[in-house]
């Protein structure tokens, strides 16, 4: 999926992966032109809805971020994911989030 402003700029794609089961996992990436703006948590909540509306099987969304990008950690919060538990991968901590969708 990616966000476009009014004159066709790409602010931000969110890319979702479908998995086996009715479980999907999400990335993102935002166009360094719009950081700093509070845009990333809107794009991937919006990308998100619009997904699950088009994947009615899919019942949750993953999303591994690493710890230590505490703005990608925040910008899922934002956008509705939930803590699920820590990992490591490697050799890197990792947090889990997930939403229901």
Do not use: C, W
Request: glycine share 8%.
């Amino acid at each position: 999926y990616i966000m476009e402003n009014a004159i066709g700029e790409k602010m931000g794609q969110v890319r979702f992966e479908i998995g086996k089961t009715k479980l999907a996992y999400v990335n993102t990436n935002l166009n360094p032109a719009f950081f700093r703006m509070g845009l990333g948590n809107i794009i991937l909540k919006r990308a998100t809805e619009r997904f699950a509306q088009d994947n009615p099987k899919i019942k949750e969304v993953k999303a591994l971020i690493k710890e230590e990008n505490i703005k990608s950690v925040m910008a899922f919060q934002k956008a509705g994911y939930k803590f699920s538990h820590s990992t490591i991968r490697g050799g890197k901590r990792i947090a889990v989030f997930k939403r229901e969708v």
